[in-house]
């Protein structure tokens, strides 16, 4: 923001000094002499000492005066102009004004959202923790052992029909047991 800020200021004076630039290249020069003077009889240029009307007209009469007053009526027409724009645009400014307030807004709620669910992501991304895994491992290995047993005790107590399906399901619960044991041990010895 604040490089926006200097920039505008930097283009701002630049615009000022350019502006600057042509006003003065408008005002005519100071006059070195004032030949309708030098060519006044005495008693004249008292009268134009002591008569400010006098003095007034001779003053309007120099054509340096009167391009200066044009300038000066031309930079007061073009400043109402300006302000008249100013004016007509001060609605569509006020407009962007409140839609930038609210883009603003919405772009700082956004934001929020986005810092939040990255956290979340990143909770649920992160490598569990080590002895939590061995304690979920070591609960789940108990488990399948528990089945497996119950289904041991099951087959004799029905007097042992169905040997191959047994052993078949039997197997694949032992080879969970003996995986998730493995497993448990294999992260035990990384700590």
Not at 152 to 173: L, N, R, T
Request: proline share 4%.
């Amino acid at each position: 923001q604040n490089s926006t800020m200097e920039t505008l200021q930097s283009v701002s004076n630049h615009s000022v000094e350019a502006m600057d630039d042509e006003v003065d290249a408008l005002i005519p020069p100071v006059p070195t002499s004032f030949p309708e003077l030098e060519n006044m009889p005495l008693s004249e240029l008292r009268a134009l000492l002591n008569d400010e009307s006098v003095m007034d007209n001779m003053i309007e009469r120099i054509s340096e005066v009167a391009r200066l007053k044009e300038l000066k009526q031309s930079i007061e027409k073009a400043n109402v102009e300006a302000a008249e724009e100013n004016l007509l645009r001060e609605t569509e400014l006020e407009a962007s004004q409140t839609e930038l307030d609210s883009l603003v807004k919405e772009s700082r709620i956004k934001v929020n959202k986005y810092r939040e669910l990255d956290e979340k992501r990143n909770a649920l991304t992160r490598p569990p923790d080590v002895q939590d895994t061995i304690r979920e491992l070591n609960i789940a290995k108990r488990e399948v052992y528990q089945k497996s047993e119950e289904m041991a005790e099951c087959w004799v107590e029905s007097g042992g029909e169905g040997m191959i399906d047994f052993v078949k399901k039997f197997m694949e619960i032992r080879l969970q047991y003996h995986t998730r044991a493995a497993k448990a041990e294999r992260l035990g010895m990384t700590m």
